[in-house]
């Protein structure tokens, strides 16, 4: 299963950058100013107490078990296809405006679990529907995507955007190009690069 071979690397990086904090170099390094302790990995192969079976199968529930249901209860808007992005930790929205750098990564967060960790279609459907939406107000020539958006996904304030947003916009539809072949939003995200890198 993808999600396990990904769940196991991330917890194989975590071991291995643990490991070089470890290294000769930073040993005497005093980490109490900084606000946490050095990580360390025991001699019996605990990492935080825990092995990394214990581990991948903590990531493994903490994504699938609890911050995906959040998401998709409180942050994607099923009825027009946006992510909210103010949503505090009781799933409360302050409004309902969102922002093209948070489209972008939703777009490229959903793409990349469909493509990599959970191959089922409502996780491409999320995405599907929020590039629907962005693509409505598509920049043309050097302009930036709009920063930022309602709910409905019209676009608010200035509608000015910036480079941080065409970039998160940019990597979102990379990978939704991925997950669906579909050769032009790969095409639409390599121009977005390349205009960013005009400004």
Known sequence: MKR???LGTTIGTAAI???IACNKENSNRNYSNVGFERPSV????????????DLRRQYENDI?????????????????????ATTDHDGNHK????SSSFMGRGIWCYSFLYNNLAR???YLDTAAKVVKLIMKHQPTGDDFWPGSYNRKGEVIGSGKGNLPGDCYIAEGLAEY?????ENRYMNLAEETILKTLRH
């Open 42 to 53: 025991t001699e019996n192969g605990l990492l935080a107490g825990m092995t990394l079976e």
């Open 177 to 181: 190009a991925k997950a669906t072949g």
């Open 4 to 6: 396990r071979l990904f």
């Open 17 to 19: 950058a643990s490991g």
């Open 64 to 84: 699938f078990e609890e911050h995906f249901p959040f998401h998709n209860k409180y942050v994607v808007d099923h009825e027009y296809g946006s992510f909210i």
């Open 120 to 122: 089922e279609d409502k």
């Open 95 to 98: 409004n309902t405006n969102t």
